[in-house]
């Protein structure tokens, strides 16, 4: 009996998630926005359409869904002169994991706006901390806020609506998924009513980047600041500075530039402010701002780098036919041999795993005499070879089929990949009365 092994060419399955990546799956729906409202109400969550653009490395197009957000303030009813400190919380993301891979907890940096209209209009820079808890495979994704200051320059009702936000995931690559409003303005969240007072702050910052790797160099420009004033220029985790700081001197007309190195993983954004010491009054910020990586390039050292190229999935035979035992005819019984070893290298990196299947035709025989594909059994053994990340699993010993039937496999996981061999025991079962003659089946696998 002879089955002859074909090798398959079907391609390996898309993987969505490089992960770390981070890729999205986003829900239909959304509720369109209304006008802004005039008087003061009380914080409320909102929904709106969502146009998310999903890293380029999943595969994935644009998608529109929706998210649920609410905006909140730490004085409702500020004077002009006034910082108001805001929240952006996404209550419900427009994204789900769309794989059955787990994703570890503080891999996400949010980063968005906030619009404010009505008695004072323009954006608040809004960004959050590296934190989320883990997000199970096809799990959905965590809640989050990011936080940001304005400062109040008229009297009167100021509306403050959700903005575009983006994810940035840290795992295995450093990625974005932008998120933008469908029809912007979104809803109405939150509304504070400015009254007069106060002398305006319209001290004001920009960034030259929003993210860079850390030891990376940002340029701050600054306006507005008093003439010759000395100038800190300074990251910020939420309300604690961190070690990266700068200092300038504004020039007669009140402006600076500085180049700060942003090194300190916990920076989310930077300031700039006159004195020693953070004052909101005589500051403008926090901009967002992610650090990408970490670690510091210390004076007098070199960095070095190079490239691990990824390679492909790809299976070899040690050849491609299979000579079983014979049977009597009017005994039959178990034609036996062994599978020819298969030799499966995964060089791709990354978090997939791989399948080996296999399923058999019938064995036909002469003068159209057949021994069904049910009649054929395996019992799959796989090795791994030393230092492989993943370990190969045999499938399970039984009837192969022309449906088919694992013959080996290793798991998704955080890394992959490694050589292994495969072999199996084959086992046709011959009934007693078969025609006499040679029978032959064809035996193919299919690496996925």
């Not at 004085?75 to 787990?102: F, I, K, M, R």
């Amino acid at each position: 009996m002879r089955p002859t092994m074909r090798r398959s060419t079907e391609p390996r399955r898309r993987w969505a998630a490089a992960l770390g990546i981070t890729a999205l799956v986003v829900t239909g729906g959304g509720l369109l926005g209304g006008p802004a409202q005039a008087a003061a109400t009380a914080s409320v969550a909102v929904d709106f359409p969502t146009h998310c653009i999903p890293p380029p490395i999943a595969g994935i197009p644009p998608i529109d869904g929706t998210t649920t957000a609410q905006i909140t303030v730490d004085n409702a009813t500020p004077q002009v002169g006034d910082t108001v400190a805001v929240t952006y919380t996404v209550v419900v993301p427009a994204a789900s994991n769309p794989v059955d891979l787990a994703l570890p907890a503080d891999i996400m940096t949010p980063t968005g706006e906030v619009t404010l209209d009505g008695a004072q209009s323009g954006d608040v820079t809004v960004a959050g901390p590296k934190k989320n808890p883990p997000v199970p495979g096809k799990g959905a994704f965590p809640s989050f806020s990011m936080t940001g200051t304005f400062t109040v320059t008229a009297p009167g009702a100021i509306t403050l609506s959700p903005g575009d936000y983006n994810i940035h995931t840290s795992y295995i690559m450093e990625l974005d998924t932008p998120c933008t409003v469908t029809a912007p303005p979104a809803p109405v969240s939150e509304t504070v009513v400015a009254t007069g007072g106060g002398q305006v702050n319209e001290r004001t910052v920009q960034l030259s980047a929003a993210s860079g790797a850390a030891g990376d160099e940002v340029t701050v420009t600054g306006t507005k600041f008093t003439p010759g004033a000395g100038i800190t220029v300074a990251g910020r985790d939420g309300g604690a500075q961190t070690g990266d700081t700068t200092t300038a001197t504004a020039d007669g007309s009140g402006a600076f530039t500085a180049r700060l190195a942003v090194s300190d993983p916990a920076t989310t954004g930077i300031v700039a402010y006159e004195g020693g010491a953070w004052d909101a009054a005589k500051g403008a910020g926090p901009l967002a701002y992610t650090v990408i990586g970490g670690g510091e390039i210390p004076d007098g050292s070199q960095q070095l780098t190079t490239t691990v190229r990824a390679g492909t999935l790809s299976m070899t035979q040690a050849g491609d036919s299979v000579q079983l035992s014979g049977v009597d005819f009017g005994r039959g019984g178990a034609s036996t041999g062994d599978l020819r070893t298969v030799t499966v290298e995964d060089f791709r990196g990354g978090p997939a795993g791989w399948s080996l299947t296999g399923k058999v035709t019938d064995f036909k025989g002469p003068g159209g005499a057949r021994i069904s594909a049910d009649a054929l059994d395996w019992t799959p053994s796989c090795a791994t070879k030393p230092g492989s990340p993943s370990t190969c699993a045999a499938g399970s010993a039984g009837s192969v089929g022309s449906a088919g039937a694992t013959l080996a496999s290793t798991p998704d996981g955080a890394a992959t990949g490694g050589e292994f061999t495969v072999d199996a025991g084959l086992s046709l079962d011959v009934p007693a009365f078969t025609g006499a003659g040679s029978y032959a089946g064809v035996l193919t696998l299919t690496l996925t």
